[in-house]
Structure formats: structure tokens, C-alpha cells
């Protein structure tokens, strides 16, 4: 079965660039039938999303981040990673890969996140 | 930016109906999906397109729609449910993930 790792720095210093990337094993990124998607959750607040990526090199981000965010794929490791800039200490968080069912039909709409990764904390911090 | 509304905290004793409800202007039109979360755990996907239940996830979870609310029900709730949930759908501009704030339910 499908299994998603994240990894990367636990420590990123204020307005500098956050650097995580999520490993697949059991599975593909080249898969067209998934989204690969990341999601955070500030301590102690819930869920916010923050993007997807089609192993086409597609993306779409939350409008919150969009202006500091870039996902990308990389089919030849099976990993796809997040950069987040310019951070400050509202960007500290765990941080979760997760990969997404979809279809964008208007008449049968649907994208969920059907298998998370563990999650990784990132503290953003002098 | 599109909102979706749950009740802070839910509280039911064992054997009970736990009701957690989403509420969203869009819901009418996007499906709706539902999270487990335990303490120092990643999120589960318990419901998906409203009331589709994941294999694995016990048949006590269920999911229904009327209107701009969603529901999630748990019946002949367990201790082992005490969790966070959360409700996740798309706005209608193109945002597919928009999460609802989550609701903490106790189990009495």
C-alpha cells in the first residue's frame, strides 16, 4: 500500500525559505489518477490546505499563500516538495504530504485526501 | 474567503449518537469529506463525497447533506472516537481544499 514520508529541516530562520519534500513509496507520482498535496496545521489550530501538484508539473495553491508557494514534482525520485518563503512564526507547524482522489467534472466534483504522511514539524525561529 | 462552520466541541457518553455538523453556503453543490485526527496523529479519511464510507472505517460512521449543513454521525459512540474531526470541501471558485475549523469530541 501507498506511503508518504515527509522530510526536511525541523528549524527555518524568519524570512528565509522552507524546504520539505514528501518521498512515495508503494506507489507513483506518475500515477494520473492522484493529486499530491500539502497540508499544515499550525499547534494547537486546525487544518489548513496549502496546495496540490499533477505529475504534469500542475499546481494549485491556497490564494492565503499563493504569492510564497511553490510545489513540485519529481517523477524520477517519486517525491514532490514544498518551498514556502519568506516565513515568519505563523508559518510554524507540522506539516503533511497527502495524496488526493479528484475529479473535476462540474457534474460529479470531488477532491479528498485519501492517504496522509505522518507529518513533520517545522519551527520557524532566530 | 469561503468558511466552513463547526461547533467548537461535542460531547456524547459511550453507546450515545455524537452529531457534528458543517455548515457552508457551497455545500449544496460540492461534496463534502470528513477527517479523524487523534492527538499526535495525521488526519483519517472517514467519509468522502458526503456519505461514502473509506473500507477500514467501522459502519457506526455516517455522513448526510441537507442543504448548506453536512453532518457527520457516529453511532453507539466509542472511546476510541474521542478525537478531533474535521470537514473539508471546495468554495466555488476553484479552492478545492477548504477545511472547517474542527470539532473536538469527547467522549463522556
Known amino acids: 500500500q501507498v506511503q508518504l514520508q515527509e522530510s526536511g529541516p525541523g528549524l527555518v530562520k524568519p524570512s528565509e525559505t522552507l524546504s520539505l519534500t514528501c518521498t512515495v513509496s508503494?506507489?507513483?507520482?506518475?500515477?494520473?489518477?492522484?493529486?499530491w498535496s500539502w497540508i499544515r496545521q499550525p499547534p494547537g489550530k486546525g487544518l489548513e490546505w496549502i496546495g496540490y501538484?499533477?505529475?504534469?508539473?500542475?499546481?494549485n495553491y491556497n490564494p492565503s499563500l499563493k504569492s510564497r508557494v511553490t510545489i513540485s514534482v519529481d517523477t524520477s525520485k517519486n517525491q514532490f516538495s514544498l518551498k514556502l518563503s519568506s516565513v515568519t512564526a505563523a508559518d510554524t507547524a507540522v506539516y503533511y504530504c497527502?495524496?488526493?482522489?479528484?475529479?473535476?467534472?462540474?457534474?460529479?466534483?470531488?477532491?479528498?485526501?485519501?492517504?496522509w504522511g505522518k507529518g513533520t514539524t517545522v519551527t520557524v525561529s532566530s | 474567503s469561503y468558511e466552513l462552520t463547526q461547533p467548537p466541541s461535542v460531547s456524547v457518553s459511550p453507546g450515545q449518537t455524537a452529531r457534528i455538523t458543517c455548515s457552508g453556503d457551497?455545500?449544496?453543490?460540492?461534496?463534502a469529506y470528513w477527517y479523524q485526527q487523534k492527538p499526535g496523529q495525521a488526519p483519517v479519511l472517514v467519509i468522502y463525497?458526503?456519505?461514502e464510507r473509506p473500507s477500514g472505517i467501522p459502519e457506526r460512521f455516517s455522513g448526510s447533506s441537507s442543504g448548506t449543513t453536512v453532518t457527520l454521525t457516529i453511532s453507539g459512540v466509542q472511546a476510541e472516537d474521542e478525537a478531533d474531526y474535521y470537514c473539508?470541501?471546495?468554495?466555488?471558485?476553484?479552492?478545492?481544499?477548504?477545511f472547517g475549523g474542527g470539532t473536538k469530541l469527547t467522549v463522556l
Open positions: 497527502a495524496r488526493a482522489r479528484y475529479n473535476w467534472n462540474p457534474r460529479d466534483y470531488y477532491y479528498y485526501m485519501d492517504v
Open positions: 508503494g506507489g507513483s507520482v506518475s500515477s494520473g489518477s492522484y493529486y
Open positions: 501538484i499533477y505529475y504534469s508539473g500542475s499546481t
Open positions: 457551497a455545500l449544496p453543490k460540492q461534496y
Open positions: 463525497k458526503d456519505s
Open positions: 473539508q470541501s471546495a468554495d466555488s471558485s476553484g479552492t478545492p481544499g477548504v
